[in-house]
């Protein structure tokens, strides 16, 4: 069960798609930061909000469930997504 609504999650992958757009490398710990703002500011209930972690993020991006990530740009050798996802153990 994911942590994000529909719509946060939406954002999120919108957020992957335009960093790589730009040419940046996005790294797990933007992917996690993301998150956790969204996270926050979609909290209206009791206590602390949830929160994502890196496990989080990466079993987020393992999810068959989700849209393709950005992938390879005509453009650029390599998307800075897949390299780094490419460094990262899962």
């Keep these: 069960?994911?942590?994000l609504?529909?719509?946060q999650e939406g954002a999120l992958y919108d957020y992957i798609a335009r960093l790589d757009e730009l040419g940046v490398?996005?790294?797990l710990s933007m992917i996690v930061s993301c998150a956790n703002y969204l996270l926050q500011r979609g909290h209206d209930g009791p206590g602390p909000p949830?929160?994502?972690d890196s496990?989080?993020?990466k079993?987020?991006?393992k999810r068959p469930d989700?849209?393709?990530l950005p992938t390879l740009q005509p453009s650029r050798?390599?998307?800075p997504v897949a390299i780094a996802l490419s460094d990262t153990d899962f």
């Design 59 to 61: 079993n987020w991006l």
């Design 77 to 79: 050798p390599q998307s």
């Design 50 to 52: 949830p929160s994502a």
């Design 1 to 3: 069960m994911s942590k």
């Design 55 to 57: 496990r989080w993020a």
């Design 66 to 68: 989700k849209p393709p």
């Design 5 to 7: 609504t529909e719509a």
């Design 25 to 27: 490398c996005v790294r």
